[in-house]
């Protein structure tokens, strides 16, 4: 078959971006219209607009965009970068969509050209129409290189996608670390630690750079070389300080070197020179408040709440972690000021609503008035059984955090029966989430009552283990349609991750053993979803969603994605 020679390709790849849907942001409208006038000089003539980050995510939702190029200074004082980070993060667009940073700021490289998720390109004003070309059609020719990895992953077919990996690496050498990159961190996302390592290390033989280096630094990390790991990512904050990641990384070591007060500082740090990330703002509060440091937890969960607006990553969590450092810290007031904010923001939708009772409840009992906090967690326990039934019906998240705050609420107005019944909940289905585990204990402790915190854990966690024993020995004695209802009864009677995840393999491997059945097989792609909206960068549910692809596709079945 002829190859095309560089002219030709170039030619090919101009005509293409003729075919292309554009999105430009920016918040000025004479801009947008100027950058329109631009495309269409070069044959571009689906494009939209966006004037603010809102409107960014209905336009997202509504159409697949083929390129987004987006000013860096936005709306909210938000930035192109964290606009590009919060879209990759709610899987909002896909791999292939290519993302243009327009800037007028020539440190923009300083900025966060070294971000772990740093754009496909930029362009610095002002420039011409034939550089705007030349960009995308750079950018455009990459990701047609790359486009079968971007399948094979959006699938989940993820050892198809290390095949495509090893493809590019042989036949496009100008790629090689873009691939090797993508099989770096797919093998680690299999569990495939050793291996990933070894990818790791080949490039660093050849390229210094740092996401190989923080690629080798997890690597260290998940095998347990905690000294080395850190050794690395220390390395990388000082060669490349610009590399944010390398700070949440070294924040995950030493918390679990036990070193809290270096983990918050390393957040900090970050989070310093990232001001507008709410994600990172996030896990700042969080790890504050596992180190008993109220006052910067405080501060960093109301920045999430204040930088957060019109984001699709804001959450009623948001409040509800705010509101619980707030009453931690003795200001009922600022956390009245927060309900009612709350019950503005919230309105019509329950979860709200029920973070507004429980604050409001808590409030109440802090002042001394018991009676009217008790009238508050009825109603809270009455709308929380509403959420629940919802959430199961239509598959959405239910705060975990909030039904512990609401356990503590019964607790703080003598409901011990409710309370103990929450935690007994929460405790099954998370218990492998040690900073819920945490919560957990710490409200036990505030209600006088450690030692029945203790008990209560220590039995969901010996109830699991046989639960959980049942299935395993009946699939190892040759008993698999008996191992798939026992786990199928696991799951929902306890659906945490391990038992979604445990029971969709148990249900894939029985298929390609006895051959596809839809009903079945549906029912294992539930347990899928379920366990991946639990945490969608776990390896367990990695390797069980590359479980169902294989024995779908070896049935003839599409996958579902």
Request: charge should be neutral; include cysteine.
């Amino acid at each position: 078959m002829a190859t095309l020679d560089n002219d030709e390709m170039l030619l090919v790849l101009q005509q293409s971006l003729t075919k292309k849907r554009v999105l430009i942001v920016d918040r000025h409208s004479p801009a947008r219209d100027s950058m329109r006038l631009m495309l269409s000089a070069l044959g571009v003539t689906a494009v939209h607009g966006a004037g603010n980050s809102a409107e960014v995510i209905r336009q997202v939702k509504a159409n697949r965009f083929d390129i987004i190029l987006s000013d860096f200074v936005l709306d909210d004082g938000r930035d192109g970068q964290q606009l590009l980070e919060e879209l990759r993060h709610a899987h909002l667009i896909p791999l292939s969509t290519v993302y243009l940073i327009i800037t007028s700021e020539r440190g923009y490289t300083n900025v966060v050209a070294l971000a772990e998720l740093a754009p496909d390109d930029y362009l610095i004003k002002p420039f011409t129409a034939e550089q705007l070309q030349a960009r995308l059609v750079k950018a455009i020719y990459k990701k047609h290189i790359l486009r079968k990895i971007y399948e094979q992953i959006e699938r989940g077919a993820l050892q198809e996608a290390i095949a495509a990996c090893d493809r590019v690496i042989q036949q496009q050498p100008a790629f090689m670390y873009d691939a090797l990159r993508f099989k770096g961190e797919l093998l680690h996302s299999l569990g495939k630690t050793r291996e990933a390592e070894e990818v790791f290390r080949h490039v660093l033989e050849g390229r210094v750079v740092p996401w190989a280096k923080m690629g080798l630094a997890t690597a260290l990390r998940d095998r347990g070389a905690l000294d080395e790991a850190e050794q690395l990512a220390e390395q990388v904050t000082q060669e490349t300080p610009e590399y944010l990641s390398a700070y949440d990384f070294l924040a995950s070591v030493h918390e679990a070197q036990g070193r809290l007060d270096s983990a918050q500082q390393a957040l900090q740090r970050a989070a310093d020179a990232s001001p507008h990330n709410t994600v990172r703002q996030r896990l700042v509060g969080d790890v504050a408040v596992r180190n008993k440091d109220f006052l910067s937890a405080e501060k960093a969960y109301g920045k999430v709440i204040q930088r957060s607006k019109g984001s699709t990553l804001r959450t009623v969590d948001d409040f509800a972690n705010l509101s619980r450092v707030l009453v931690e810290r003795g200001e009922i007031d600022g956390s009245r000021k927060l309900a009612a904010e709350m019950k503005r923001e919230w309105r019509g939708d329950k979860q709200g609503e029920l973070a507004v009772l429980v604050t409001e409840s808590l409030c109440l009992e802090a002042e001394g008035s018991a009676e009217k906090a008790k009238e508050l967690v009825d109603k809270a326990l009455a709308l929380q059984q509403q959420v629940s039934a919802e959430a199961a019906e239509k598959g959405r998240h239910v705060s975990q955090r909030l039904a512990v705050d609401l356990a503590h609420a019964c607790f703080a107005t003598g409901k011990q029966e409710a309370a103990q019944k929450l935690m007994r909940q929460v405790a099954a289905e998370n218990h492998e989430d040690p900073h819920l585990t945490e919560q957990i204990t710490s409200v036990f402790e505030k209600t006088g009552q450690p030692d029945a915190g203790k008990a209560l854990l220590d039995q969901v966690g010996k109830e699991i283990i046989e639960l959980n024993n049942k299935g395993v020995l009946a699939a190892r004695s040759g008993d698999l349609d008996g191992a798939v209802q026992l786990l199928i009864q696991a799951a929902e009677q306890v659906p945490n991750l391990q038992f979604l995840v445990n029971a969709a393999k148990a249900i894939f491997t029985l298929l390609d053993q006895k051959g596809w059945d839809t009903d079945l097989a549906a029912k294992g792609v539930v347990y899928l979803q379920r366990a991946q909206r639990k945490d969608r960068k776990s390896q367990k549910v990695a390797s069980a969603r590359e479980l169902y692809v294989s024995v779908a596709r070896k049935n003839g079945v599409v996958p579902e994605a």
